[in-house]
């Protein structure tokens, strides 16, 4: 059932171990994005880049819009959230346990995976309602370019983190699917 989804081919690179040492590494020979789509790296004299077209090779989410209307459902947030107010991750846990409805407790985990897995949120981090509004159609979900949000994800963390000055403490989160960075590199 998992070769249906837009997650199996993160399926296939799930022996891979995150490298906190590697991220880090990268970070510290990040050069200025030439063109604000890709980064590039000087590992020993030689610059890499990563852009978005390696990325979406590498994990295989799709990049580009297929030109489908999305129709955008309130159900599952009015159903399993009240319609009002945030949801955290802890919270959209609590309704995939409480929920009856296979069809809906499939969705629910898949706005569960694309945020945990594929955006990396922390359970405190506020899910995005946009996810539960398009997961109720499973064709949008799927056709939908997560790819391209992920990996606008994975910019902002390193464009964020190397705006800071040199000399400031280097304390900071990661998100996003950095495991295809480690793969590129």
């Not at 990396?120 to 539960?132: G, V």
Request: hydrophobic residues 40%; proline residues 2%; neutral net charge.
């Amino acid at each position: 059932m998992l070769r249906q989804f837009l997650l199996w081919p993160l399926y296939q690179i799930r022996e891979m171990q995150y490298s906190g040492q590697i991220i880090d590494a990268l970070l510290c020979r990040l050069l200025r994005p030439v063109d604000g789509d890709s980064l590039h790296f000087d590992l020993g004299g030689k610059v890499v880049s990563f852009s978005i077209y390696e990325f979406s090779l590498i994990t295989g989410l799709r990049i580009t819009d297929v030109n489908t209307a999305i129709e955008r459902s309130n159900r599952l947030y009015e159903t399993y959230f009240q319609g009002h107010g945030s949801v955290h991750l802890s919270e959209l846990m609590v309704a995939i346990r409480g929920c009856d409805q296979m069809l809906d407790r499939l969705k629910l985990r898949l706005v569960y995976i694309l945020e945990s897995v594929m955006r990396c949120h922390h359970k405190k981090t506020i899910i995005d309602i946009f996810h539960l509004e398009v997961v109720d159609d499973i064709n949008a979900f799927n056709n939908y370019p997560w790819g391209r949000r992920c990996y606008e994800d994975i910019v902002h963390v390193f464009t964020r983190l190397h705006s800071r000055p040199r000399e400031s403490m280097r304390k900071y989160d990661t998100y996003g699917l950095l495991l295809a960075v480690q793969v590129n590199v």
